[in-house]
């Protein structure tokens, strides 16, 4: 009943920048976390950055002050700003989305997207 669509995610030489959206549609009265996590070959999948309804962020330590995660409600739509790309920023990045209805809030995750960074 919810999907979660991600766009935005290919290659990029170190020091670049990409965007990443996802975009909830479906049976949704509200959102209310958001965030995306990645997880790198042969690791476990980590969170990158977490924005609750009201606009609160939260960032991994290792990407603090180079990723910027925001949201339009309006939209459904959480992004990604990743600027100042370094290689072990290489994974996949999974959205992810605390979606109420009518009687509950269920977690939903985007099926992934590549993002690779070239040194």
């Known amino acids: 009943q919810v999907q979660l669509v991600e766009s935005g995610g290919g290659l990029v030489q170190a020091g670049g920048s990409l965007r990443l959206s996802c975009a909830a549609s479906g049976s949704i009265f509200s959102i209310n976390d958001m965030g995306w996590y990645r997880q790198a070959p042969g690791t476990q999948r980590e969170l990158v950055a977490t924005?609750?309804?009201?606009?609160?962020?939260n960032y991994a330590d290792s990407v603090k002050g180079r990723f910027t995660i925001s949201r339009d409600n309006a939209k459904n739509t959480v992004y990604l700003q990743m600027n100042s790309l370094k290689p072990e920023d290489t994974a996949v990045y999974y959205c992810?989305?605390?979606?109420?209805?009518?009687?509950?809030?269920?977690?939903?995750w985007g099926q992934g997207t590549q993002v690779t960074v070239s040194s």
């Open positions: 992810n989305a605390a979606v109420r209805n009518i009687f509950a809030v269920r977690d939903y």
């Open positions: 924005i609750t309804s009201g606009g609160r962020t």
